[in-house]
């Protein structure tokens, strides 16, 4: 409904952000270290029931205008910062940890997530982008997300 928040795992890496939607279900799928490929940066167990509807994408946050976000920010290497500055938004992602960070996107548009911590010799390139879009919209992309992740 409109009133529930999205939920979505942004889990940072040198030189990038990783994106995880729940898919349909709600729930995130079981993730991996020993998964973890070039093909697969978040370790994502496709077999486990609750992952094979799941959506990921690399620098490439969707999300629907005027309702509640609650980012699940990691990181898998060294202290990135996750910023949204359009949305007010400034929050470290540390190893180890799993920081929430809340906000409600209320301006359609194509918005930069930098990382605005030094964070290695890649750090210039390390850049994403957030789309707010409809709540059609943002259905839209979650199923051709999905329908690409079960052509492959």
């Keep these: 409904s ?20 729940p ?19 978040l370790g994502l167990d496709r077999s486990d029931p609750a992952g094979s509807d799941d959506v990921t994408t690399i620098n490439q946050l969707t999300l629907p205008i005027d309702r509640p976000v609650l ?3 990691s990181s ?10 359009e949305m007010r938004v400034k929050q470290d992602a540390v190893p ?30 390390m850049r994403g982008f957030m789309t707010i879009t409809s709540e059609e919209g943002f259905r839209t992309f979650l199923a051709e997300e999905a329908a690409l992740a079960a052509a492959r």
């Design 2 to 21: 409109q009133s529930e928040a999205v939920v979505v795992r942004v889990v940072s890496e040198q030189f990038a952000w990783n994106i995880h939607y």
């Design 23 to 41: 898919g349909a279900d709600g729930v995130f799928g079981r993730t991996d270290i020993a998964m973890v490929a070039s093909d697969n940066p």
């Design 71 to 73: 980012v699940q920010l």
């Design 76 to 85: 898998k290497d060294v202290i990135h910062s996750f910023g949204l500055f």
């Design 96 to 125: 180890g940890m799993e920081i929430p960070v809340w906000f409600i996107p209320n301006v359609e548009g194509q918005y930069e997530i930098a990382c605005s911590q030094l964070c290695g010799l890649g750090h210039f390139r």
